[in-house]
Every structure is written in structure tokens, then in C-alpha cells.
T-cell receptor, first 120, second 114 residues
């Protein structure tokens, strides 16, 4: 089991540039989550998908951020244009959601190694 | 709405000493509870989880946690800390009904001194 795969692991870019972060969830998982971690704000949920459909994007900071999940094995988080305050570690996580009201493994999430983004 | 409080931002313990990290949650129904650990430069790794049944759950690396409904707590414990346990620890709560996202606490950073 390869786990959740994120790329790139490190990204350094200049203000105003477009940044695309990529995530491959664990095979068979049907939920995918994007988080941002900073010293000041801790771990923040940005958006999550169930069965490739965005469920809650209330954590997305502003319109410069967008996320897509075109299929069950791939998701992207895009920042356009990037700003220095976007510098953070971005994590992707996946889980197997059995459905509302269904007991089982519940909402255990498996995290990727993260992408450290630096915007100069 | 669900929420998690980790009242200790930073804890320092001596190697070999016992450890208890506090976690309090807020949720009206039966929660799912998790403890994750994050080593420097790494992602979050699940230590243990509580869904139902025995309120004392065992996890990896010698950790355990006890669910106390009356206190809305899920404290993490380890009888003897190793230097390699130095990391950031996150408590999280999930729910059976409704959204399947998790709510994370702000984390507790553990420093282990020789």
C-alpha cells in the first residue's frame, strides 16, 4: 500500500505565479481532504470531497484557491495568483466513508507527507 | 457544532517519565475520537481511535487513551516516554451522522529531555 501520495514535496515560487498541488489518495478510498498547516493557524480544513464531489469548501480562503477531483484517484489544489501569506504546508488525506449513519471504520483519515509551499 | 480543545500547547517530560496529554471535545452525540502524531517534517500518523465499546483503547508505540463521556475527554497516556516520542500530537473528533470530516485540536507539542 503506497499510502497517500502528494507532489511536489517542496515548491518555491514567486508572488503572482500559479501553483498546483497534486494528490493521489489511497486506492479504494472515496473521501479526500485538503488541509493547510501554519504556525499561526494550525491545521485548517480547506475542502473535502466524497465520491469526487466537493462537499464542503467553506475553508477555502478566497477565490484564488480552487480544488478539483476529476476522478477517484487524483485531486489538485490550485492557487492563482499566489501570495506570500499562502506559504504553508498543504496536506492531503483520504478515507473510506461508508455513508451517513453507517458504522464501521468511521472517519479515519490517512495523511500524505505534505507539500511545503514557499511564496516569495 | 463539534470542537476539540487541547489545553496544553507545549509539554516537556523527562525520558522514562509518564505522559498524559489532555483532550476535551464538544459534540452532542456519540463521537468518533482520534489521536494523531506528527513528527517534524512529516504528515500525521494515526496513533489510536475510539468508535465504541471498551473505553480504554490501545494504540501504536505503547500509547493508550481513555474515553470518558461524563468529562467529554479523551486523554492520551504513555507510561514511559522515549526520546523518539518528541512530536506534535493532535486530537480529533468525527461523527457517525452528517459530514464525515474531522475536527482537529490545535495540537500539543511534546519535548522529551534526557
Amino acid at each position: 500500500d503506497a499510502g497517500v501520495i502528494q507532489s511536489p514535496r517542496h515548491e518555491v515560487t514567486e508572488m503572482g505565479q500559479e501553483v498546483t498541488l497534486r494528490c493521489k489518495p489511497i486506492s479504494g478510498h472515496n473521501s479526500l481532504f485538503w488541509y493547510r498547516q501554519t504556525m499561526m493557524r494550525g491545521l485548517e480544513l480547506l475542502i473535502y470531497f466524497n465520491n469526487n464531489v466537493p462537499i464542503d469548501d467553506s475553508g477555502m480562503p478566497e477565490d484564488r484557491f480552487s480544488a478539483k477531483m476529476p476522478n477517484a484517484s487524483f485531486s489538485t489544489l490550485k492557487i492563482q495568483p499566489s501570495e506570500p501569506r499562502d506559504s504553508a504546508v498543504y496536506f492531503c488525506a483520504s478515507s473510506l466513508f461508508a455513508g451517513e449513519g453507517v458504522s464501521g471504520r468511521g472517519n479515519e483519515q490517512f495523511f500524505g507527507p505534505g507539500t511545503r509551499l514557499t511564496v516569495l | 457544532a463539534q470542537s476539540v480543545t487541547q489545553p496544553d500547547i507545549h509539554i516537556t517530560v523527562s525520558e522514562g517519565a509518564s505522559l498524559e496529554l489532555r483532550c476535551n471535545y464538544s459534540y452532542g452525540a456519540t463521537p468518533y475520537l482520534f489521536w494523531y502524531v506528527q513528527s517534524p517534517g512529516q504528515g500525521l500518523q494515526l496513533l489510536l481511535k475510539y468508535f465504541s465499546g471498551d473505553t480504554l483503547v490501545q494504540g501504536i508505540k505503547g500509547f493508550e487513551a481513555e474515553f470518558k463521556r461524563s468529562q467529554s475527554s479523551f486523554n492520551l497516556r504513555k507510561p514511559s516516554v522515549h526520546w523518539s516520542d518528541a512530536a506534535e500530537y493532535f486530537c480529533a473528533v468525527g461523527t457517525l451522522r452528517g459530514a464525515n470530516n474531522l475536527f482537529f485540536g490545535t495540537g500539543t507539542r511534546l519535548t522529551v529531555i534526557p
